[in-house]
């Protein structure tokens, strides 16, 4: 019989999208959380000369030495943070590092705080460990920010962890530093411990990014390699765990996931290697796109009451079309061959809206645009 924590996962809905749309002829992607542009060309080549150099075995579960300082001396060249490469756990993309930070942190009945709307695999890892969800409600009208206020009525002493993920994946949303060290006193106050995933640091476009260790070391970062260097498939990411529960993360990493592919790690040093310029031409190339569908958006008719200021995500309110974001989401995939997110996969606060990506190219962006236009036109509003 399946158990319990299986059977209360829920599908992730987008993979669920894109399965959909594959079988379908002439579909745009809006849905895709991943990055099409290709990784730089000297990561590639370092994965290839790894590779042929031999570098197939095992590594230590922890991950390489030279991966884990090349880390760590990111921490001080982009926040000024000083990180011990011992507190450095390297996985196979940021997801088993959530995982591992879960396990950490939580026993069964304990309470972990997040927002709504969140990702949406956040609520399944909390439920895979046992552990419940408490949410704290976030509003288009402050752009998806949080308040530290509703995480202060939200935390409680069975709260183990708050976890919090900027830039937001669906929101667009970006936390200011004042806001990030706030939640982290909260979180403080009932002995929590933050957990952040910063894995769209670096795709910021009027904000600056702030990692919680400029304000805590007690706090668990995950962060990866899939979005800013478009290494979705290659699956490395990383976990900074606190002191005191080095151990026992790299106990678990030892037993649950051994290492992550030895040669993938040598192409993550060279990605960090990686000129600034790289992902400042990345980051204007979305910002363009993200103007564009933040115009259509208001085009169509549809409410967009705040600016997405990082990731590649955007939720446009379509409360005021016939139907749920489910039939909203059909409709434009049968009827305009655009495939996009029901926001009801990020939580029930974003079931009104539709989560519309620009990972996709601009050309493609504005035949998308072009399509739903045509079919809203004949849709009746309430
Ligand atoms: C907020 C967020 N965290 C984590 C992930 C997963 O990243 P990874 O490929 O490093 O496992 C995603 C992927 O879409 C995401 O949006």
Known sequence: MVSQRAA?????????????????????????GE?????????????????????????????????????????DHVYGVDVDPDRIVVTPGSSPGLLLAMATLVDPGDEVVLTDPHYACYPNFVRT?????????????????????AFEAAVGDDTRAVLLNSPANPTGAVLSGGTLDAIVDVADAVDAT??????????????????????????????????????????????????????????????????APNFVQDAGVAALETPPEHLADIRATYRERRDLLVDAVADWGLGLDYTPQGAY????????????????????????????????DFGERAADYLRLSYATDAAAIEEAIDRIERVLATVERA
């Open 8 to 32: 209360d996962v829920t599908p992730f809905m987008a993979m669920d999208v894109l399965e959909r749309a594959n079988d379908t002829d002439d579909v745009i992607h809006l849905e895709v």
């Open 313 to 344: 995500y955007l939720l446009a309110d379509v409360s005021d079309l016939p139907g749920d974001s489910l039939a909203v989401a059909d409709l434009l995939l049968e009827e305009a061959g655009v495939a996009v997110t029901p926001g009801l």
């Open 35 to 75: 990055p099409d542009f290709s990784p730089p060309d000297r990561v590639v080549e370092t994965a290839v000369e790894s590779l042929r150099a031999g570098h197939t075995n095992y590594t230590a579960a922890r991950g390489k030495p030279a991966l884990r300082r090349a880390i760590a001396d990111r921490y």
């Open 194 to 259: 933050p957990v952040v995933d910063e894995i769209y640091h670096g795709l910021s476009y009027d904000a600056t990014d702030h990692s919680v260790l400029e304000y805590t070391d007690d706090a668990f970062v995950l962060d990866g390699f899939s979005k800013r260097f478009a290494m979705t498939g290659w699956r490395l990411g990383w976990v900074v765990v606190p002191p005191g529960y080095v151990d026992a993360v790299n106990r678990l990493a030892q037993n649950v996931l051994i290492c």
């Open 129 to 149: 460990v046992g552990g419940r969800v408490e949410t704290v409600p976030l509003h288009a009208s402050d752009g998806f920010r949080p308040r530290p206020s």
